[in-house]
């Protein structure tokens, strides 16, 4: 279930998950959300709508924080072009990031979703939207 394991509003993967997710699906896990409560879009769920269109615009999720363990999600679709799951990377540490590995990352992380959903049943040539 959307939402259950990893909270959209905080991890990669929930972002991605959330994004992916069909409209109706992705409306009631946002009406569920105590925007209220603390944390990255506290009292901000048009920023939070804006960030999931914008998740699958570029086809990944990215949660970084400051001094935290940073993290890169990326969908995982099914024969049907269905959301099925989300692949997360644990990025390199800041002390060591840099632009072109961060790119090189979740490269690498679009790929293996790719494949994993091409191994599902999606032709390689096709990028499922919603």
């Given at each position: ?49 804006e ?37 997360g990377?644990?990025?390199?540490p ?5 632009e ?5 990352t ?7 979703g ?10 390689a ?6």
């Amino acid at each position: 279930t959307t939402g259950s394991l990893h909270s959209p509003t905080s991890s990669a993967c929930g972002k991605v998950c959330a994004a992916f997710s069909k409209e109706e699906v992705r409306n009631a896990l946002l009406d569920k959300i105590d925007w209220n409560a603390p944390g990255d879009f506290q009292k901000r769920r048009p920023a939070f709508e804006e960030e999931l269109a914008s998740v699958r615009q570029r086809g990944w999720a990215s949660r970084i924080i400051p001094g935290e363990v940073n993290a890169a999600g990326v969908p995982l679709f099914d024969s049907r072009r269905m959301l099925f799951g989300a692949l997360g990377v644990l990025l390199p540490p800041k002390r060591i990031m840099t632009e072109e590995l961060l790119q090189t990352t979740v490269e690498a992380a679009f790929s293996c979703g790719k494949l994993i959903s091409c191994a599902m049943g999606v032709p390689a040539t096709e990028t499922p939207s919603e």
